[in-house]
């Protein structure tokens, strides 16, 4: 009936066919609605390129000016600034530049989610950089020892929160579910300790580990005390935490700019009550 392509084409109708004008006006204005959605989004996008550009790749910065930045950043858990941290925020900004760049752009989909499911547990909404340092903010990320998903739930911690795991499904890679079961394992790990840093601790090797780190130690219930008793891989998650919430608050002040981002932030949900053919 009518070339989309073009739009000062001449065409007929066919008087057999009803058209819903009404129908057709809203089909119009949504069209349009998506491309000006797309298109702010796209100026949104490059505006904070703009204002991410520095001249310098990686300008280097005093130890105090780190340790200031962290100190200044709006949190509940502490950030502290040492040799460990700062060995971290060296390689996200030397090596994984690229990675950032890419995290940063997922963040505009992935970091307004965590942020409801935290403050809605009345949790600190810094947790939400965990899933940068756990997934990459990649939903099918899958770990060597068998974690999957942005939380990266091993399939025993996963079914204990509800994520079904089966032969056809695994909702550890669902974005929303794995959110709410990330935020509730955090939240119960918090009620055993009452310290964000040995939550997070106990959320990368559990919590027998941390436990067992805490007898070796004398009994100490502070990070930086048991960190030497704290599996191998432990003793860097916490300093990684941090590192990340540095990251990706002053990561134009390092010359690095969001990439552009192909997820789409706009969705819906519909239930079906009959078979579809997909």
């Not at 959605?37 to 796209?42: F, L, M, S």
């Not at 810094?126 to 899933?131: D, S």
């Not at 959320?203 to 005390?225: H, L, S, T």
Request: hydrophobic share 35%.
């Amino acid at each position: 009936i009518l070339n989309a392509g073009n739009e000062n084409c001449d065409f007929q109708l066919d008087p057999s066919i009803e058209i819903d004008e009404e129908e057709l006006i809203l089909d119009d204005l949504d069209w349009k609605l998506n491309a000006l959605y797309d298109t702010w989004g796209d100026m949104k996008q490059n505006k904070k390129r703009e204002e991410c550009v520095s001249e310098v790749r990686n300008p280097s910065f005093t130890e105090e000016e780190y340790k200031q930045r962290l100190a200044s950043l709006p949190t509940l858990i502490d950030m502290p600034y040492n040799n460990i941290v700062r060995s971290v925020i060296d390689f996200y900004f030397v090596k994984k530049r690229e990675q950032v760049e890419k995290m940063l752009g997922l963040a505009e989909y992935y970091f307004p989610l965590f942020e409801e499911e935290l403050n809605a547990n009345d949790m600190p909404l810094e947790l939400k950089y965990l899933p940068v340092i756990e997934s990459s903010l990649n939903p099918f990320a899958f770990s060597k020892a068998g974690a999957s998903g942005l939380w990266q739930f091993m399939v025993g911690t996963g079914k204990i929160y509800d994520l079904k795991v089966n032969s056809l499904i695994d909702e550890r890679r669902d974005p929303i579910k794995s959110t709410k079961a990330g935020v509730k394992y955090l939240k119960d790990l918090h009620s055993i300790y009452n310290d964000w840093h040995l939550a997070i601790a106990a959320y990368n090797c559990g919590p027998g580990n941390v436990n067992k780190a805490i007898r070796r130690a004398g009994g100490k219930k502070d990070y930086w005390e048991i960190y030497a008793f704290l599996p191998r891989e432990t003793r860097g998650y916490v300093p990684a935490f941090i590192a990340a919430n540095y990251v990706m608050t002053y990561y134009s002040l390092h010359g690095i700019c969001p990439s552009r981002t192909h997820v789409i932030t706009h969705t819906d949900t519909i239930q079906l009550t009959n078979r579809l053919h997909l």
